[in-house]
């Protein structure tokens, strides 16, 4: 298949569609999580304190007709080193030999990820402009120059009429 082609294999083109369809259906269920977990976090943001000092008084869960709330984790602070800063920190620090052998562990543990490429995807009326445009411009190249090049070319005979005539 190449890429210039204008009509596409049935199942290609059906399959095309089904992606854009898809897309058009992940981007509008985004938008709709989007604003459930906006409203999510304010509630959350308001009960979690109401838990937290319920299970300060071993109180495990709230109870409503519906469901059961329960803390499943009691938070706390964590303590987070920044290792790779402490290394290059600890490299200015110790002599030559010792920083050639752990640049060299570093190397060693270097790791490559793939990334794989994206596929972005629009609905055909989103280039609505885009695709006027250049139905214009195509029928201007099409139709308008010819006509100014025959135009011209009559423009050229006339001119030797007339020097036969007069």
Request: glycine share 4%; net charge positive; no cysteine.
């Amino acid at each position: 298949m190449k890429l210039n082609e204008k009509k596409l294999e049935p199942s290609i083109d059906m399959m095309i569609n089904e992606f854009g369809e898809l897309s058009n259906e992940i981007d509008r269920v985004k938008s709709v999580l989007n604003k459930l977990s906006s409203k999510y976090k304010v509630i959350e943001n308001q009960l979690r304190p109401l838990l937290e000092q319920l299970h300060s008084n071993d109180i495990k869960s709230m109870k409503t007709d519906k469901y059961l709330v329960t803390l499943k984790r009691v938070g706390y602070e964590r303590v987070n080193y920044k290792y790779k800063q402490s290394f290059e920190e600890s490299l200015k620090k110790v002599n030559e030999q010792t920083k050639r052998v752990l640049k060299e562990i570093l190397q060693q543990t270097e790791t490559v990820t793939n990334v794989v490429s994206s596929i972005g995807v629009q609905s055909i009326s989103e280039n609505i402009l885009k695709k006027v445009f250049s139905k214009l411009l195509r029928g201007y190249r099409k139709y308008v120059k010819p006509l100014f090049r025959l135009n011209k070319e009559l423009d050229n005979l006339n001119g030797l009429l007339r020097k036969m005539v007069g």
